[in-house]
T-cell receptor, first 114, second 114 residues
Framework: AQTVTQSQPEMSVQEAETVTLSCTYD???????LFWYKQPPSRQMILVIR??????QNATENRFSVNFQKAAKSFSLKISDSQLGDAAMYFC???????????FGQGTRLTINP | KAGVTQTPRYLIKTRGQQVTLSCSPI?????VSWYQQTPGQGLQFLFE???????NKGNFPGRFSGRQFSNSRSEMNVSTLELGDSALYLC?????????????FGPGTRLTVT
């Protein structure tokens, strides 16, 4: 069974600085997808960024980028120029190709200090 | 397009009762997945429906069931409620049209069992 581990339950960063959230996963499959989801307090979960395992190039979405290391089964999220609105729970998730089941990590609570 | 909607948003039930939660996916999306979110267990996959058929099921007891209608709306039912069923229940929909089929989440139904 696939597992996803986020080793940082909480992190904090100063506004405008850069922060990196860690995620490792375990799978025996070669084709899969990885996601980072953001869940602000009492608000809906939204997709931040996704990565297809067959792509070597790391995904980037504006201030958000990932460092995907397939051999190491590592998928970290870097947030540049942190903003107050980035404060949220961040979940790393894994999905097998062809199936809708998402396997989530335990989440990292990110606090942005003004 | 309107996002994923879930009703009711909040629910209080007593142990032993049953409850039905509803999810309306984004228009055109045929896949609907359900997740349970608790502080202790995190986000766990319950089941997924596609075109009125259950395609995947998580490791939950038979008290948890679901169905999907021809218009893709989905319901989940929990019978004989237990205190441990108190959770945020999230629904997500996906269109499965190319790409990694990203899931769009609803705001959730907060169920409290007393």
């Amino acid at each position: 069974a696939q597992t996803v581990t986020q080793s940082q339950p909480e992190m904090s960063v100063q506004e405008a600085e850069t922060v990196t959230l860690s995620c490792t996963y375990d799978t025996s499959e070669s084709d899969y997808y990885l996601f980072w989801y953001k869940q602000p307090p009492s608000r809906q979960m939204i997709l931040v960024i996704r990565q297809e395992a067959y792509k070597q190039q790391n995904a980037t979405e504006n201030r958000f980028s990932v460092n995907f290391q397939k051999a190491a089964k590592s998928f970290s999220l870097k947030i540049s120029d942190s903003q107050l609105g980035d404060a949220a729970m961040y979940f790393c998730a894994y999905r097998t190709q062809g199936a809708q089941k998402l396997v989530f990590g335990q989440g990292t609570r990110l606090t942005i200090n003004p | 397009k309107a996002g994923v909607t879930q009703t009711p948003r909040y629910l209080i039930k007593t142990r032993g009762q049953q409850v039905t939660l509803s999810c309306s996916p984004i228009s055109g999306h045929r896949s609907v997945s359900w997740y349970q979110q608790t502080p202790g267990q995190g986000l766990q996959f319950l089941f997924e429906y596609f075109s009125e058929t259950q395609r995947n099921k998580g490791n939950f007891p038979g008290r948890f069931s679901g169905r999907q209608f021809s218009n893709s709306r989905s319901e989940m039912n929990v019978s004989t409620l237990e205190l441990g069923d108190s959770a945020l229940y999230l629904c997500a929909s996906s269109d499965e049209e190319g790409g990694p089929y990203e899931q769009y989440f609803g705001p959730g139904t907060r169920l409290t069992v007393t």
